[in-house]
């Protein structure tokens, strides 16, 4: 079992930035990717952006340049630096992560962008 807590979602102005993170505890060796969705009202969950574990980065093209995914395995986190934000990344934000056998999501932290 994975357990995942997001933190670090608000309220933010047009152009500028925020940075999520995302805390795994329980079974952490069994990961094998870690990734962050986003779900605006009435719009289906989407992929932002994921990190292979020794593997490649993916990004969603909305966010290609803007957003940056990064991972520190000494501390089991994921981020999610967010620059030159817009409304259109306004969404409830979740971290996933899957290991071999299945995958596990975080609660969500919602992102606003409004001026």
């Known amino acids: 079992q994975v357990q995942l807590m997001e933190s670090g979602g608000g309220l933010v102005q047009p152009g500028g930035s925020l940075r999520l993170s995302c805390a795994a505890s329980?079974?952490?060796?069994?990961?094998?990717?870690m990734a962050w969705y986003r779900q605006a009202p009435g719009k289906q969950r989407e992929l932002v952006a994921s990190?292979?574990?020794?593997?490649?980065?993916n990004y969603a093209a909305s966010v290609k340049g803007r957003f940056t995914i990064s991972r520190d395995n000494a501390k089991n986190t994921v981020g999610l630096q967010m620059d030159s934000m817009t409304p259109e990344d306004t969404a409830l934000y979740y971290c996933?992560?899957?290991?071999?056998?299945?995958?596990?999501w975080g609660q969500g932290t919602q992102v606003t962008v409004s001026s």
């Open positions: 996933y992560t899957r290991t071999v056998t299945k995958g596990y």
């Open positions: 329980g079974s952490i060796s069994s990961i094998i990717s």
């Open positions: 990190i292979i574990t020794g593997g490649p980065i």
